[in-house]
């Protein structure tokens, strides 16, 4: 049974997230939709991350199987009729060992978190960034997020309904900078929390304005409590952006 690997692109603002849901439009089930619609196959698609509703991708990662084999680029670009007019699109498809799993065979994901600075409301840029109109210190900030790097019980900076079986991650990467009126945080780590990347950036927002101070978000994360942390930051300026795979893997 051929295995085929998809990296796909979408706006995640009209969907309920990746992840199909019981009620609502989600990427996940407009892709396996797309795929039956031209193979006759019902499918899974499984993602390499479950981002939520209004969270973007510009590199997701799936994989699924078909009783029959075809071409990739016969399947991405059938996929891709099959999506319009939905804001997703298949870059590219290949088939892949069986072994291959787009979410545990996964080494790390890179997320991108964009905040734009300035009085004027983002029009181009609308739902696809956090609009701040407070001067923000992206030095600060970027001192700050070193304190997020390692190994730590991130119980503070997940979603009180988050799975998890343990708190405990590795951030590997954790950078800010400053690129015209836009400041992007980039973050990279094997696996994330629900709703870590949103919780981290909005202590660095606050950290950003001076609402409270990098010794203050140490100390947040050292709570343990979800209670401790300072904000969240809203879905829209947050993009799964790469994930790493092991040569072997694919």
């Known amino acids: 049974m051929p295995r085929y690997r998809l990296l796909i692109e979408y706006d995640g603002t009209p969907f309920v997230g990746w992840q199909r849901q019981a009620v609502g439009r989600s990427v996940q089930g407009d892709i396996e939709a797309a795929i039956e619609k031209f193979s006759g196959e019902r499918v899974s698609v499984r993602g390499a991350g479950r981002t939520d509703s209004g969270v973007h991708a510009l590199g997701q990662v799936g994989h699924f199987n078909l009783a029959k084999s075809w071409d990739a680029f016969r399947v991405r670009d059938a996929v891709n009729y099959y999506l319009k007019p ?25 997320y991108l978190y964009r905040i734009l600075v300035r009085r004027a409301p983002p029009v181009i840029a609308r739902d696809r960034v956090w609009w701040v109109t407070a001067n923000l210190d992206s030095a600060a900030m970027a001192s700050a997020a070193k304190v997020f790097i390692g190994h730590h019980d991130f119980s503070t900076f997940r979603a009180g309904q988050c799975q998890a079986n343990s708190p405990w991650r590795t951030i590997d ?73 092991p040569e072997a893997a694919v």
């Open 86 to 110: 939905q804001p997703i699109a298949i870059l590219e498809c290949e088939q892949v060992a069986d072994g291959f799993d787009a979410r545990f065979s996964a080494t790390r994901r890179h």
């Open 173 to 245: 990467d954790f950078t800010v900078s400053q690129i015209d009126d836009e400041i992007h945080l980039r973050v990279a780590a094997r696996s994330f929390l629900h709703n870590q990347v949103r919780s981290m950036v909005g202590a660095l927002r606050q950290v950003g304005d001076g609402t409270i101070s990098e010794m203050a978000v140490q100390q947040a994360l050292a709570a343990r409590d979800r209670k401790a942390c300072p904000a969240i930051a809203p879905s829209s300026g947050l993009y799964l952006v790469k994930v790493d795979y």
